[in-house]
């Protein structure tokens, strides 16, 4: 009998920030796949009867294509068994959630969708920087600074626009043509940004600056991925507002 396949968010790294839906389900699980920015406090968390996976991703080194992961769920739980897929974020956030459960409908077989926290929320919370606020930013755009082409070719006309957030994902390689894509299209070379690397953890780090010079002030503190993007006015807030380590 054909089992069933959890695709759960485990949330940017704080552990007591997976929901209860997604605690409960791991501690269920027959077979866990889980990726790279899963914390590890959370993969204590798994069952020790349980099968444990590890396909994850970095830049041009992957443990399994993502061909192999997909055809892996499948065969899992054509096996019997409740199978978690552990996403870091949540996993329809670039996450290649949707990829998987492409195939799992081919296949026929049954899932779920579990979301999590995705680290632009976390992170930002983490770092004192509201996203959206009435006096500085009346949107918030979440984009991917790693194209599947491993380009970065971003609408960057679009991406100047007054009282925005840009939030960009997996940024940190292209940080220095970022920024100056932004500057060439219009951005103020003044504009706020935030580097927040290992958000939600123990080990957060958070480096402020202008778009003109972030890249230096991140290559000057030897910033690692994981490690988000925060650009805009809101960023202005995050002296007066960081919580996170300091009470």
């Avoid at 027959?30 to 970095?58: F, N, Q, S």
């Avoid at 026929?108 to 992170?123: N, R």
């Avoid at 778009?211 to 925060?230: F, M, R």
Wanted: aromatic share 6%.
């Amino acid at each position: 009998m054909t089992g069933k396949v959890y695709l759960i968010g485990a949330g940017p790294g704080d552990p007591e920030l997976l929901t209860l839906k997604a605690h409960r389900l791991l501690k269920a699980a027959d077979v866990v796949l889980y990726d790279r920015l899963v914390g590890k406090e959370i993969i204590e968390l798994i069952p020790e009867t349980a099968e444990k996976m590890y396909v994850g991703k970095e830049k041009s080194l992957h443990s399994l294509p993502q061909e192999d992961i997909n055809t892996l769920l499948t065969k899992k739980a054509k096996e019997g068994n409740m199978v978690v897929r552990l996403k870091g974020g949540d996993p329809f956030i670039f996450g290649r959630g949707g990829e998987e459960l492409e195939e799992l409908i081919q296949e026929a077989v049954p899932f779920e969708v579990v979301p999590g926290v995705t680290a632009a929320a976390g992170c930002a919370a983490y770092a004192g920087i509201p996203l959206t606020h009435r006096d500085y930013a009346q949107s918030v755009r979440f984009l991917t600074g790693h194209l599947k082409d491993g380009t970065t070719d971003l609408p960057w006309e679009e991406l100047i626009h007054p009282a925005q957030t840009l939030v960009i994902y997996m940024g940190l390689t292209a940080l220095k043509d970022i920024s100056a894509s932004l500057i060439k299209f219009g951005m103020k070379p003044s504009m706020p940004v935030a580097v927040v690397e290992k958000g939600t953890t123990k080990e957060q780090r958070v480096f402020t600056s202008t778009i003109d010079q972030v890249y230096d002030v991140a290559t000057k503190n030897e910033a690692k991925s994981p490690a988000l993007l925060i650009i805009g006015e809101v960023v202005a807030l995050q002296e007066k507002l960081e919580w996170y380590g300091k009470y």
